[in-house]
């Protein structure tokens, strides 16, 4: 029996790809849609970025977690920013490229998401 994979799945199995300047961002409604299935992840009104915040016991479980997405971003060539303290880390994600939101943002999203499945 096969089962049916979920969007954020499907995202979290795809690789980020070049965006050269000027590219163009997702539409809105794309990005509600995808962010209908990665948990935890918003967009503000602007739609220009995502972002989610992620809590850990101890600084040592944020930071192997921080360098996990390092790992993460250096391979997929898509980079967020990542603000860390001892117990709590919130990533955004944006295209500057394109000067919103890409493919490559959700991509990155499922992937980061799928590092605590």
Not at 19 to 36: F, Q, R, T, V, Y
Request: hydrophobic share 40%.
């Amino acid at each position: 029996m096969t089962s049916k994979m979920t969007l954020s799945q499907e995202l979290a199995q795809q690789r980020c790809e070049e965006m050269p300047k000027g590219s163009k961002p997702l539409i809105i409604p794309a990005i509600e849609s995808n962010l209908s299935h990665l948990t935890g992840w918003d967009a503000p009104l602007n739609y220009v970025s995502i972002s989610k915040s992620f809590n850990f016991k101890n600084y040592y479980q944020t930071t192997a977690f921080v360098n996990a997405v390092t790992w993460l971003a250096h391979k997929e060539d898509h980079h967020p920013q990542i603000c860390f303290g001892y117990n709590s880390a919130k990533i955004t994600l944006t295209t500057h490229n394109a000067k919103g939101l890409t493919n490559n943002d959700m991509i990155m999203a499922a992937k980061i998401n799928a590092l605590l499945d």
